[in-house]
């Protein structure tokens, strides 16, 4: 059968990366992920015991298109404990995580064959998304002296119908303070270009509390997900918020492509954002990996390293090692048996030259990967 000219998007690296590291455990080998960005802990005991209770007396049926209004208002109110922001709930979407944000974004704002910017490196999803859309990825290759974050200079005059900023970053973890995201912002709309702001690393920051765009305007739209933060990555649930004109456009379009999120996933979700002392408890977690990556990543030959403020990335240029990036993270899981990700995954022209390491799992097998690499490097002189 034919395809379409929209569906030749690009794979997802990482997703290779962690098959060709299934196939060596399946072979028998210990492998040492820090490919994926994904907790090493499961969802927050107090949301899995809420399912629990709910599934004994619940059908859990369909839900409205824009989420249980309990989850709704309860979102609003973090916004009030995080950031002190009052928040309307009927501005709260629930989406099938934050994929389903991407999709229900990128369809309301944009016509096909708009062009929408991006940061380079940056999320590939939303390059591939965006172009099985119908819509124009536009790369904006950021620079070191701007802690690989866009500034309006890299995307003047480039016509863009949308601006796509992720704060806390991925790959590299860094994070725009009130005055790089306000930049952003108004030249954004001085240009008619819509603002996204993808903010599903808040509440994973390590010395100062991440920004949200809403701090600052409330013409933009929102994007977070419990994947992160609340370590709920295969629950598939997220949330928008959208300015109040926007709320109805954004229902009807959910309401034909998902119907709703998971209701369970939102029964779990709505607890899950009352579990503070585990979620915590989780973060001392990545802090010591952290603490340990930006240690021994160097010692190990890894010196080039962006500063991460927050997420649990370090994104690292290896451009003195190789320039094949893919051909080394498949060298270092054959000879280390630690998968990382190829650099390009993040920025096609550029990633040749990088690598991304994720400390998201437990702190021993942080410790167990680091000292692999060490050895690797050094026998690889």
Known sequence: MRNSSRSAVDPFIVMDVMEAA????????????????QPGTGAPKGAVEALAKSLETDALGYTVA????????????????????????????ITPGSSGGFLLAFTALFDSGDRVGIGAPGYPSYRQILRALGLVPVDLPTAPENRLQPVPADFAGL?????MVASPANPTGTMLDH??????????QAQGASFISDEIYHGIEYEAKAVTAL?????????????????MTGWRVG???????????????????????????QVAALAALDCDAELQANLDVYKANRKLMLERLPQAGFTRIAP????????????????DSRAFAAEILEQAGVAVTPGLD??????AGTLRFSYARATADIEEGLARLEAFMKARG
């Open 22 to 37: 299934r196939r060596a455990e399946e072979a028998g080998r210990r492998i040492i992920h820090m490919e994926v960005g």
């Open 66 to 93: 824009l989420g249980l209004p309990a989850l709704r208002q309860r979102i609003a109110r973090l916004y009030g404990e995080w950031y002190g922001v009052d928040l309307n709930p009927e501005r709260v979407v």
């Open 159 to 163: 016509d863009l119908a949308g601006l």
């Open 179 to 188: 005055a790089a995201m306000g930049a952003l912002i108004e030249a954004a």
């Open 215 to 231: 701090e600052l305007t409330d013409e933009c739209y929102v994007i977070n997900s419990f994947s992160k933060y609340f370590s």
């Open 239 to 265: 949330w928008m918020v959208v300015p109040e004109d926007q709320v109805r456009v954004v229902e009807r379009i959910a309401q034909n492509m998902f119907i709703c999120a998971p209701h369970a996933s």
């Open 308 to 323: 991460p403020d927050g997420a649990f990335y370090v994104y690292a240029d290896v451009s003195e090692l190789t320039d």
């Open 346 to 351: 993040f920025d096609p022209v550029r990633g």
